[in-house]
């Protein structure tokens, strides 16, 4: 009731509800990896073998020269965006919206859903749903192109390339001796070293890691919620 009356009370239920949960996905995303390596073939083959990999759209080529020509606006990924879906940041993020010369629309990359979008910068990689479909992509991502999602699930891939330590080996190997940014190439993309289970196993891993970002986050969000009633509390006892 005291929660209640303070407005925050169904919140702060909903939130614990939610992160009580019985099932630990984090744990449920290991035990799928080791039924991955116990049962079935495991195929290894390049990422390029498998996709189609783009450079994202360079915006100076494609902007307006001026005010007075037409343009087209299109939402834009951002790499905001990519940190919140993948988890790293939990902050909210504006949409953003690119103005391109209406002559020039069919030149930009947009995206398709099921795609993976990877930051060159961030290293981080996402998966597109229907909802951020034909947005701009820019030339600090990269887009893959998964050309058959019956080999390679693009959600198994996203834990992969974010998660697994086989796959950040190949990723340090390949920037290794750079003093700046450490940027990664498509040449380093396409050659990605993949090791792909069933297909069956790799949905049921990419499932369990984007189940296992959401959790994590309300539970970050219910640690707040904590603090900010704790404060609550200690403010009332002056």
Same mark, same amino acid.
């Given at each position: 009731?005291?929660?209640?009356?303070?407005?925050?009370?169904?919140?702060?239920?909903?939130?614990?509800?939610?992160?009580?949960?019985?099932?630990?996905?984090?744990?449920?995303?290991?035990?799928?990896?080791?039924?991955?390596?116990?049962?079935?073939?495991?195929?290894?083959?390049?990422?390029?073998?498998?996709?189609?990999?783009?450079?994202?759209?360079?915006?100076?080529?494609?902007?307006?020269?001026?005010?007075?020509?037409?343009?087209?606006?299109?939402?834009?990924?951002?790499?905001?965006?990519?940190?919140?879906?993948?988890?790293?940041?939990?902050?909210?993020?504006?949409?953003? +919206?690119?103005?391109?010369? @209406?002559?020039?629309?069919?030149?930009? =990359?947009?995206?398709?859903?099921?795609? *993976?979008? #990877? %930051?060159?910068?961030?290293?981080?990689?996402?998966?597109?749903?229907?909802?951020?479909?034909?947005?701009?992509?820019?030339?600090?991502?990269?887009?893959?192109?998964?050309?058959?999602?019956?080999?390679?699930?693009?959600?198994?891939?996203?834990?992969?390339?974010?998660?697994?330590?086989?796959?950040?080996?190949?990723?340090?190997?390949?920037?290794?001796?750079?003093?700046?940014?450490?940027? +990664?190439?498509?040449?380093? @993309?396409?050659?990605?070293?993949?090791? =792909?289970?069933?297909?069956?196993?790799? *949905?049921? #891993? %990419?499932?369990?890691?984007?189940?296992?970002?959401?959790?994590?986050?309300?539970?970050?969000?219910?640690?707040?919620?904590?603090?900010?009633?704790?404060?609550?509390?200690?403010?009332?006892?002056?």
């Amino acid at each position: 009731d005291r929660l209640r009356s303070r407005g925050l009370g169904d919140v702060y239920k909903r939130q614990y509800l939610y992160c009580t949960f019985s099932i630990d996905f984090l744990s449920l995303l290991n035990y799928a990896i080791y039924v991955s390596c116990k049962g079935g073939k495991t195929m290894s083959t390049k990422l390029s073998d498998l996709s189609e990999i783009s450079l994202g759209t360079i915006l100076t080529r494609v902007k307006p020269k001026s005010e007075l020509q037409s343009f087209k606006q299109i939402s834009t990924i951002s790499m905001q965006e990519l940190s919140y879906i993948c988890g790293k940041d939990d902050s909210s993020f504006d949409e953003i +919206i690119s103005k391109i010369d @209406i002559e020039k629309v069919d030149k930009c =990359l947009l995206t398709k859903e099921n795609d *993976i979008v #990877i %930051g060159l910068s961030s290293q981080m990689a996402m998966v597109i749903t229907k909802e951020r479909a034909n947005s701009l992509l820019l030339s600090n991502f990269c887009l893959v192109r998964v050309n058959d999602t019956n080999l390679l699930d693009p959600y198994y891939f996203a834990w992969l390339f974010n998660e697994n330590s086989i796959m950040k080996h190949q990723l340090t190997s390949s920037t290794q001796g750079q003093s700046y940014v450490k940027m +990664i190439t498509l040449d380093v @993309i396409r050659d990605l070293e993949l090791d =792909l289970p069933p297909i069956n196993k790799q *949905i049921l #891993i %990419g499932k369990i890691y984007y189940q296992s970002i959401r959790k994590n986050r309300y539970e970050r969000r219910l640690i707040e919620l904590k603090q900010l009633l704790l404060n609550k509390k200690l403010e009332n006892i002056l």
